[in-house]
């Protein structure tokens, strides 16, 4: 049974930085697509971040380039998101999201991934 679990959510000030883990069970995540999405109150989900299967390309959001990146942790099949200089606009609840389908470009869009998990909370304010 594929499940995807996130931690590491909390309060941040602006110009701060968190780390999101994104935890796998039945599957190998390193094997997989891997993305992240945010979804602030009132507004709908909308990508973050998406790497391909094998790790070659990343799909970045404008609002998020040279801030926010991934990393993948095999060992412990579990993948981060390193988010830096947090603004207040960040705050929004963070998934992660897999699909059992490779992956070679990633459009980042949520109907490119069927496995979800359950989300984290992530505010930026001072």
């Known amino acids: 049974q594929v499940r995807l679990v996130e931690s590491g959510g909390g309060s941040v000030q602006p110009g701060g930085a968190v780390r999101l883990s994104c935890a796998a069970s039945g599957f190998a995540l390193d094997e997989y697509a891997i993305g992240w999405f945010r979804q602030a109150p009132g507004k709908e989900r909308e990508a973050v971040l998406c790497?391909?299967?094998?790790?070659?390309?990343?799909y970045y959001a404008d609002s998020v380039k040279g801030r926010f990146t991934l990393s993948r942790d095999n060992p412990k099949n579990t993948v981060y998101l390193e988010m830096n200089t947090l603004k207040p606009e960040d705050t929004a609840d963070y998934y992660c999201a897999t699909t059992q389908f490779p992956v070679l470009n990633p459009k980042c869009t949520l109907d490119e991934y069927e496995y979800w998990g359950q989300g984290t909370q992530v505010t930026v304010s001072s």
């Open positions: 790497i391909s299967s094998n790790s070659r390309n990343t």
